[in-house]
């Protein structure tokens, strides 16, 4: 096919990122933009070079002119418009994360599979090739008992939360809060790696949002939480937050070897330390291990838009790695469901029929 025309919803710096990666992947174009507002979506994207501009989204949906479209909304939204547009026959490919619950993704699957086009999650960690490495080097580990996949960083919002201000990223009826913009970053992973657990325990810092009405089902948010996920034979450890800055590495313990990186959000420094039997020792040394080798593009998301891009022209490959990625999709939101059913973090999704 010619140059996959690609239009985007959300004007958040994580989309101004899609389109930077977007101008460096071949055979693909940003043509048109999506606002509520015609304005916003002129503003944003004219300065990108698109030419289209809505701020209907039927009207994008059924627009001849447009091929694919990257959502990037808050996750609230995304289960609808994505829906919506692959009701026309549009391809989709949603931020993280991808719906807010299980049940959503499953529905917007289904239709995707029903109009035969291409729905994906923009995962970016599962895509880049230092990701390729630590799955590759698994069986290098031996029998795997332990692991530990970790992400939190201080947002800036959390001082105006402090305020008392209402936001977006920190409101249950946007489907929002730290597990869906943080912690998915390590459960992913976990669950690409490993599949869905037997078994989830969890535990989470959470607070009131700011202006709930008494007897408001959807009150709570989470601000930093731990996961374990149970899989018999193994445990791995998730630990996420907006509250504090986590300077410890990502780890996977197997009985021969142990594979370390950093970044959980883009693995680099990836290496393995080999067990050595030194008898009786009570301290670890841990030396500079064996390093792995991958060359991950400054602009990462080119990977995530290159299998995407590569799935809507009928690559065998691709095709079979979005069909696992659904797969991963599908699983990890199942964690996150009863993450929240643990630790109190209700949306609405959770309730509707």
Known sequence: MDSIRFATIGRSGITERFLEALAETEDVEYVGTYSRDEKSARDFGSRYGARLFFDDLAVLAASDEVDAVYIATPNGLHASQAMTLARAGKHVMVEKA??????????????AHEQGVVAMEAMRNLHV?????IREALPRLGPVRL?????????????????????????????????MDIGVYCVEPAVALFGRPARVLSAAVTTRVPGCSAGDP????????????DYGDKVVNLSYGKMSDDMVSSQIEGEEATIVWDQT????NVRIFVHEDKGMVYRMSSGEGEPIFADVPEKDMVCEIATFAAAIR???AAVGKVA?????????????????SQTGVRFPADDAL
């Open 314 to 316: 009928g690559d065998e």
């Open 98 to 111: 991808f719906s807010s619950c299980e049940r959503e993704a499953v529905e917007v699957f289904s239709v």
């Open 129 to 133: 090739p230092s990701f390729d490495r």
């Open 324 to 340: 696992t990625l659904e797969r991963t999709t599908l699983d990890s939101l199942h964690v996150m469901d009863e993450i929240r």
């Open 265 to 268: 959000s883009c693995p680099v």
């Open 147 to 179: 692991a530990t996949f970790r992400f939190s960083k201080v947002t800036s919002r959390m001082a105006r939360l402090r305020q008392g201000e209402r936001l977006n990223v920190f409101d249950p009826r946007f489907s929002e809060g730290a597990l």
């Open 218 to 229: 959807y009150d709570t948010i989470d601000l930093a939480g731990e996961a374990l996920l």
